[in-house]
């Protein structure tokens, strides 16, 4: 589950990256790399799954998480992550 405030370790670079789950789509993010990360992560399910992408604070690297979205009282939500989506570059 989900911290107040979420954090993402890059295995590549060894940073700690700040997101938040109020984010989509950041201007990082070219077409490409959205059109790649839909195709992985499928659709989203409203009010069941979603996701957010950013890229690591240090080098870049795009990622998505993918979370499961539980509505435990009325209009109060928990967010599980469930999957991580990493773009990889091209050389
Ligand atoms: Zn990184």
């Known amino acids: ?3 107040n405030i979420p954090t993402y370790w890059c295995a590549k670079c ?3 990256t700040q997101f938040s ?3 989509k789509e ?3 993010f070219t077409f490409a790399i959205r059109k790649a990360m839909d195709d992985a ?3 989203v399910i409203p009010y ?3 996701y957010c992408d950013f890229c690591c604070k240090n080098c870049g690297q795009p990622v998505r998480v993918k979370y499961d979205e539980h509505e435990f009282a ?5 967010y599980l992550p469930k ?5 990889e570059f091209a050389l």
């Open 74 to 78: 009325m209009s109060s939500y928990r």
């Open 21 to 23: 789950l109020k984010v």
């Open 83 to 87: 999957a991580v989506y990493l773009y």
């Open 14 to 16: 060894d940073d700690i």
């Open 1 to 3: 589950m989900f911290a």
């Open 48 to 50: 069941e799954t979603n």
């Open 26 to 28: 950041p201007p990082q």
């Open 41 to 43: 992560s499928g659709p």
